[in-house]
């Protein structure tokens, strides 16, 4: 692909990558004229972007999507605490 890479990801861009990788891969091709060229989906920039991302490459897109609404959320009031007996190692949550 050498130096000619856009700067910027946009739809024209999308689709001349998907036509130049179309042309080398015949079982891609198939795909592409099956199903057509992927989305491309408008995303904000940033780290939780980023992470979403990895996430739902990771995960389904419902998990991806639930930890995220985890992560955005502040913490609980009542987050464990370390055990306070001697010699005991772990959490517990206040009665």
């Known amino acids: ?14 689709h001349a990558g998907v036509d130049r990788l179309v ?10 004229a ?7 989906w408008a995303r904000e920039p940033g ?8 996430l739902e490459q990771q995960v389904s897109l419902r998990s991806a999507e639930a930890a995220m609404d985890g992560w ?15 010699g005991r190692s772990g959490y517990f949550r206040p009665a």
Do not use: E, K, W, Y
């Open 1 to 14: 692909m050498g130096g000619d890479a856009p700067a910027r990801l946009d739809d024209d861009s999308l």
């Open 23 to 32: 042309a080398r891969d015949t079982d891609l091709a198939g795909i592409v």
């Open 34 to 40: 099956r199903h057509g060229p992927p989305p491309l």
């Open 47 to 54: 780290f939780a972007t980023l992470v979403h991302i990895i």
């Open 72 to 86: 955005s959320r502040p913490p609980a009031r009542s987050a464990p605490r370390p055990s306070s007996q001697p």
